[in-house]
T-cell receptor, first 111, second 116 residues
Framework: GQNIDQPTEMTATEGAIVQINCTYQ??????LFWYQQHAGEAPTFLSY????GLEEKGRFSSFLSRSKGYSYLLLKELQMKDSASYLC????????????FGAGTTVTVRA | EAGVTQFPSHSVIEKGQTVTLRCDPI?????LYWYRRVMGKEIKFLLH????????ESGMPNNRFLAERTGGTYSTLKVQPAELEDSGVYFC??????????????FGPGTRLTVT
C-alpha cells in the first residue's frame, strides 16, 4: 500500500507562520496535492507540485523534494479562517487519476 | 458554476438495510470519483468513472457496494446490505477531460453514513 504521513494536529497564533510536513513512500509518483477542508465541508484544492521546488500562491506556498519523498505546506500571516484540516495527497500512477491521502493535519489558529 | 453536490448529507440506517448515495458532478466533467473516510482514518479511493464507464474500481471494499453512472452524468453508490463498518463519510469528486493535463479534483461535501 501507499504510506503518506503528516502530523495530526498543529496550533499557531493569528499572524504567525505554520509549516505542515508530509512525507510519502509510494510505489510511484505523479504529483502531490494539498487540500484544505473545513469541518463538514468539501475539501478544496490549494496546490499541486510535480517538480521539485517551491510553488507560491499568495499566503500559501508548497514545496516538494521528490528525492526525499517530502513536501510541506507553508501558511503565512495566519488568519482565524485558516483553522481547518489540511490534506496531503499523492497521485501515484501517471495514467491513473486516483489520489492517495494522508490522514490530514488539523490546524487551529488562536487569537 | 455549481460545484459537486451530494445527497443526502447525512443518512442513518440499521445494519442490513440498503442505502443509495447520489453525486452530481460539475457539469461537463467526464471523470467522477468516489472516496470514503472511515472515522479516524485517511480518505480512501473507491472507484473512478470516465463518463459512464468504470475506469478503476480497485478500491471497492466488496460486492455489497454497487456504483453506477448511467448516461455519464450523476452517479449513485448503493450499499446493500449495510454493515457497521460501512459507517463513514463518502465523498464524490469530479474532474474535466478524459486525458491530458487535468489534475485537480473538485470534491463534494460528502455524505455522512451511520450504520447502527
Amino acid at each position: 500500500g501507499q504510506n503518506i504521513d503528516q502530523p495530526t494536529e498543529m496550533t499557531a497564533t493569528e499572524g504567525a507562520i505554520v509549516q505542515i510536513n508530509c512525507t510519502y513512500q509510494t510505489s510511484g509518483f505523479n504529483g502531490l496535492f494539498w487540500y484544505q477542508q473545513h469541518a463538514g465541508e468539501a475539501p478544496t484544492f490549494l496546490s499541486y507540485n510535480v517538480l521539485d521546488g517551491l510553488e507560491e500562491k499568495g499566503r500559501f506556498s508548497s514545496f516538494l523534494s521528490r528525492s526525499k519523498g517530502y513536501s510541506y505546506l507553508l501558511l503565512k500571516e495566519l488568519q482565524m479562517k485558516d483553522s481547518a484540516s489540511y490534506l496531503c495527497a499523492v497521485r501515484v500512477d501517471p495514467g491513473d487519476y486516483k489520489l492517495s491521502f494522508g490522514a490530514g493535519t488539523t490546524v487551529t489558529v488562536r487569537a | 458554476e455549481a460545484g459537486v453536490t451530494q445527497f443526502p448529507s447525512h443518512s442513518v440506517i440499521e445494519k442490513g438495510q440498503t442505502v443509495t448515495l447520489r453525486c452530481d458532478p460539475i457539469s461537463g466533467h467526464d471523470n467522477l470519483y468516489w472516496y470514503r473516510r472511515v472515522m479516524g482514518k485517511e480518505i480512501k479511493f473507491l472507484l473512478h468513472f470516465v463518463k459512464e464507464s468504470k475506469q478503476d474500481e480497485s478500491g471497492m471494499p466488496n460486492n455489497r457496494f454497487l456504483a453506477e453512472r448511467t448516461g455519464g452524468t450523476y452517479s449513485t453508490l448503493k450499499v446493500q446490505p449495510a454493515e457497521l463498518e460501512d459507517s463513514g463519510v463518502y465523498f464524490c469528486a469530479s474532474s474535466p477531460g478524459t486525458s491530458g493535463l487535468t489534475y485537480e479534483q473538485y470534491f463534494g461535501p460528502g455524505t455522512r453514513l451511520t450504520v447502527t
